[in-house]
């Protein structure tokens, strides 16, 4: 159980989303993006791709168990809040990173599709530029070898 009241997902289901986050992981990387696990501490100040496990026990169809935001480089994000601050939510700056982020999700979208990894855009207003990853494709049956009378 969460701090929250949530139920949290079993073991073996989280293990299950964590090998996906790393199959999402590995996918990006390929692609020559930066990408990373989302929390872990050494990850604070990174940008690039950061990739979510979702520890609830369940997911609804309108989220997933994996997801993936871009980050834009920490400078950009810190004068983002800065111009907040200074009461200029107006400031072209404060726009930047949600707008990089937008362009971003086909990308990343894209790039996972071709990896063999089921995404799709998130189409929640609080997080409008997150990919959602639901899972893998399956490799297609292999086609029978015509017959040769």
């Not at 791709?49 to 920490?74: K, L, Q, Y």
């Not at 599709?113 to 959602?132: E, Q």
């Amino acid at each position: 159980m969460s701090d929250y009241g949530f139920a949290r997902a079993s073991p073996e289901v989280l293990a299950a989303r964590h090998e996906l986050a790393d199959q999402v992981i590995r996918a990006l990387q390929r692609a020559g993006l930066p990408a990373f696990r989302h929390g872990a501490p050494e990850t604070a100040h990174r940008s690039g791709a950061a990739v979510h496990v979702e520890p609830d026990a369940e997911t609804t169809p309108a989220s997933a168990p994996v997801s993936v935001s871009w980050r834009c480089d920490p400078a950009m994000i810190e004068a983002a809040v800065d111009a907040l601050t200074a009461g200029d939510p107006t400031a072209p700056i404060v726009r930047y990173p949600g707008t990089i982020g937008l362009h971003m999700q086909s990308a990343l979208i894209d790039i996972l599709l071709s990896s063999g990894v089921v995404a799709k855009p998130d189409n929640d207003a609080m997080n409008p530029d997150h990919v959602l990853v639901i899972g893998t494709m399956s490799d297609p049956p292999p086609t029978p070898a015509p017959e040769i009378p």
